[in-house]
């Protein structure tokens, strides 16, 4: 157990509604990232957050967007749902943000559009 | 052409056989290099990462890194069943990983 908790599990919705997918980082971490894994894509970083602030932006779609709260828990909202967008999404977490910090990972988050 | 590039197999090796895993990447930015390991409908979980070019051992796993041929390799000695899961490279810079497409490794009983 890496100490990221992530919910919900699964999620399964239709074409063009909006979700969103919800992550804890471990305890003392301020940094949390969101990470797409598609079978076609592999794990494409997303964004990341640093204390409440937008640290950088990887291949995040427009129809996405993250925040980070002052309890430091993350919400990543996708809407405008395409079938593409059927993926599993990932949080981590880390204490900081160079070096060699770890990044610790979360189960993800199952999403299925249809 | 992808920034990380990894064989994704699979491969399938008798119990205790070595396994070698590489990796190829184009940045050569690249100071940190990770490996992770997936277990089936998992998160991806840190195996050890290596600093710029070298070797590094830990127990029945060993993680070389050549910088100037853009070339990472993760070696699993006496290999267990258990160690069945897909291997990811991930090359970071910075705050970014930039993670291989992994290779799904069978340990056979």
């Known amino acids: 157990d890496s100490g990221v908790t992530q919910t919900p599990k699964h999620l399964i919705t239709a074409t063009g509604q909006r979700v969103t997918l919800r992550c804890s980082p471990r305890s003392g971490d301020l940094s949390v990232y969101w990470y797409q894994q598609s079978l076609d894509q592999g794990l494409q970083f997303l964004i990341q957050y640093y204390n409440g602030e937008e640290r950088a932006k990887g291949n995040i779609l427009e129809r996405f967007s993250a925040q980070q709260f002052p309890d430091l828990h993350s919400e990543l909202n996708l809407s405008s749902l395409e079938l593409g967008d059927s993926a599993l999404y990932f949080c981590?977490?880390?204490?900081?943000?160079?070096?060699?910090?770890?990044?610790?990972f979360g189960p993800g988050t199952r999403l299925l559009v249809l | 052409q992808k920034e990380v590039e990894q064989d994704p197999g699979p491969l399938s090796v008798p119990e205790g056989a070595i396994v070698s895993l590489n990796c190829t990447y184009s940045?050569?930015?690249?100071?940190?290099f990770m490996w992770y390991r997936q277990y089936s409908r998992k998160g991806p979980e840190l195996l050890m990462y290596t600093y710029s070019s070298g070797n590094k051992e830990d127990g029945r796993f060993t993680a070389q890194v050549d910088k100037s041929s853009k070339y990472i390799s993760l070696f699993i000695r006496d290999s267990q069943p258990s160690d069945s899961a897909t291997y990811l490279c991930a090359p970071k810079h910075d705050y970014k990983l930039s993670f291989g497409a992994g290779t799904t490794v069978t340990v056979r009983a």
């Open positions: 981590a977490s880390s204490v900081a943000t160079s070096g060699g910090t770890t990044q610790y």
């Open positions: 940045n050569s930015a690249f100071q940190y």
